[in-house]
């Protein structure tokens, strides 16, 4: 494991042009946002906010599934923000992503010995031998005998189609891994195992992983550290334990709090928010959450505030982006 992060993305912005408006005016969606941040090796960095708020966006940005609007992503160091798809094809080895459905994610009419050795033909370093072993491998690795080689995405449950999901992103030894919403379309009795399969294989391949959720008790169980999103930007990032513990800014505060509690004697009082998610396409002018936000002040609806690292007292790095924790000049 090395210092330097596996992955940097520097004021990233993904806005998906509009027309909107009689006279046709351009408008664009701004998914993403300006956003920064590091993700280290064999680090699992939850990415968390309601529906719409840029996650999805993020993660295929990252993987260079569209073009970027603006910013610079750095992947081991090498800066891959303008690489053509040529360019890229040795990297799309090195990061996976492994979506919500599996049952959209697979073909239909492809047994899994061929899905999952797609990615073997496609890298056609090893011989039909090889390849084979690979696949037997890989497939008992996330708890699929060989009898499911022969089966077809429909002969196999939700929590099985997964499986194979996540055999096709592993099998070429990928460094990062992104998992956007990995089990939220799966039943909830077999969510806790496919859950549980990420994090052994997280743990014994040294991985490392951005896990996109709205499950914020999920991302509690899984993630070293937590980014939090609304409408297109990061609005606080710090590791899970401070995170949960003691919230800082006004939106993470409220999610928090929304987190059902399984003792029924614990009492919790839930921050309701206010209003509506405001449109991508017409954002409020000053802060993006001064619409719903309870500490909102005349400041937060005419200026925009920066993502800020407040002084911790035991020292470890959060960034906040809220007023509330500007330090006095
Ligand atoms: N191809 C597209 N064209 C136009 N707008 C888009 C496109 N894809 C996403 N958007 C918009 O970008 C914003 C962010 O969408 P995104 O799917 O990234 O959100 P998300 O956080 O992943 O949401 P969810 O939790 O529902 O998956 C939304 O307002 C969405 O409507
Ligand atoms: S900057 Fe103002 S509106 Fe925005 S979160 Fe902080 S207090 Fe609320
Ligand atoms: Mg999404």
């Known amino acids: ?37 590091t993700v280290n090796h064999g680090e699992i960095l939850g990415l968390v906010g309601e529906s719409g708020c840029g996650k999805s966006t993020l993660g295929k940005t ?11 992503i750095l992947f081991q160091g090498q800066d891959i923000t303008h690489l053509t798809e ?24 492809k047994k899994v010995i061929q899905s999952v050795m797609t990615p073997l033909n496609v890298s056609g370093k090893y011989t039909k031998e090889e390849k084979l072993k690979k696949v037997k491998d890989i497939l008992n690795e996330v708890g699929l005998s060989e009898k499911f080689l022969d089966k077809y995405p429909h002969e196999m449950s939700g929590g099985q189609r997964q499986r194979v999901v996540i055999a096709r992103a592993l099998i070429n030894d990928p460094e ?36 996109i959720s709205h499950d914020l008790s999920v991302v509690e169980y899984l993630c070293d550290r937590v980014a939090v999103m609304y409408l297109g930007r990061i609005v606080e990032l710090a590791c899970k334990k401070d995170l949960y513990k003691r919230p800082l800014h006004p939106y993470t505060k409220a999610l928090i709090s929304a987190i059902p509690v399984p003792d029924l004697h614990t009492k919790k009082e839930e921050i309701i928010l206010q209003g509506e998610v405001p449109s991508p396409l017409n954002p409020p002018k000053g802060c993006l959450f001064s619409t719903r936000c309870a500490y909102a002040q005349q400041r937060c609806k005419n200026e925009v505030p920066k993502l800020i690292s407040p002084a911790e007292p035991d020292g470890t ?13």
């Not at 090395?2 to 912005?13: G, H, S, W």
């Not at 790095?317 to 000049?329: A, D, G, I, M, T």
């Open 317 to 329: 790095e959060r960034s906040v982006c809220c007023f509330l924790y500007e330090q006095p000049k």
């Open 86 to 109: 040529k360019q890229m094809r040795p990297l799309r080895e090195k990061i996976q992503i492994i979506f919500q459905d599996p049952y959209a994610s697979l073909n239909p009419k």
């Open 176 to 211: 990062l891994v992104i998992c956007d919403e990995p089990v939220s379309a799966l039943d909830v009795s077999v969510r806790s195992q496919v859950l549980n399969l990420l994090k052994d294989l997280q743990k014994e391949r040294k991985l490392t992983y951005i896990f």
């Open 1 to 37: 494991m090395t210092d330097a992060p596996l992955l940097e993305i520097r004021n990233v912005k993904k806005y998906y042009p509009v027309q909107k408006g009689r006279n046709g005016t351009a408008l664009a969606v701004k998914a993403v946002d300006q956003v920064s941040m």
């Open 62 to 72: 990252i993987l260079r599934l569209h073009d970027i609007t603006d910013g610079e």
